[in-house]
């Protein structure tokens, strides 16, 4: 197996279709009352994680039609702000994380924000894409409003950081960032020292 994320890590090869969690109603994965769906499976087995059982392909259980309609029901709730996909690895489960972003995005548009954290870099993702060999990641990016990104690294571990882990995470405004072709942190979020300002 190819250990350069941008050399063969395809979706469609690993993911078996399984998700490790749901958590309707939480507030900690992101801002806002969210709908968090930790999906089964990754390659970057950073040292110190905190969800190593998610890193088999096969853990959990099947991602089904009947989950979907459960999850689209509670991002219904008006408290629900957005989804957060989390893992294990999102884009190594593309498969699962399009089927469920296709339909909160025709169903409710741009009324409810959709998070997600990887161990990809924004710019490993977009030149994946560019070079046509992972249009499903690029598709899952372009639906995204927020992304959390890069390697936890454990000698970087803070744990006063709002949503993330490690120092060099950082969190992304991703249709800012796809419009101007480079990584734009979100608002509200202070880069000289990595910390939130506000949540």
């Not at 806002?32 to 769906?37: E, K, N, P, Y």
């Not at 890193?55 to 991002?75: K, M, Q, S």
């Not at 894409?129 to 970087?156: A, W």
């Not at 709002?162 to 608002?187: P, T, Y």
Request: glycine letters at 8%; a negative charge; aromatic letters at 10%.
């Amino acid at each position: 197996m190819p250990r350069d994320p941008e050399e063969g890590w395809q979706a469609g090869r690993l993911s078996q279709l399984h998700v490790a969690d749901y958590k309707p109603f939480v507030f900690v994965d992101g801002e806002g009352v969210r709908c968090s769906l930790y999906v089964s499976g990754c390659l970057f087995a950073c040292d110190g994680c905190f969800n190593e059982a998610t890193w088999n392909f096969r853990y959990g259980t099947p991602y089904t039609p009947e989950l979907e309609e459960r999850i689209l029901a509670d991002l219904a709730h008006e408290s629900v702000r957005g989804l957060s996909l989390l893992g294990g690895e999102p884009f190594l489960n593309t498969q699962v994380c399009l089927s469920l972003v296709r339909r909160v995005r025709e169903e409710f548009g741009h009324t409810k924000d959709v998070w997600c954290w990887t161990g990809y870099r924004f710019e490993e993702i977009v030149s994946a894409g560019q070079t046509g060999i992972s249009e499903d990641k690029m598709e899952l990016l372009s639906h995204l409003d927020v992304l959390v990104d890069d390697r936890f690294l454990i000698e970087q571990r803070d744990l006063t950081l709002a949503f993330r882990g490690s120092r060099n995470q950082r969190i992304l405004d991703v249709q800012e960032s796809l419009a101007c072709g480079e990584a734009r942190w979100r608002a509200g979020y202070n880069l000289s020292d990595m910390r939130s300002q506000s949540a």
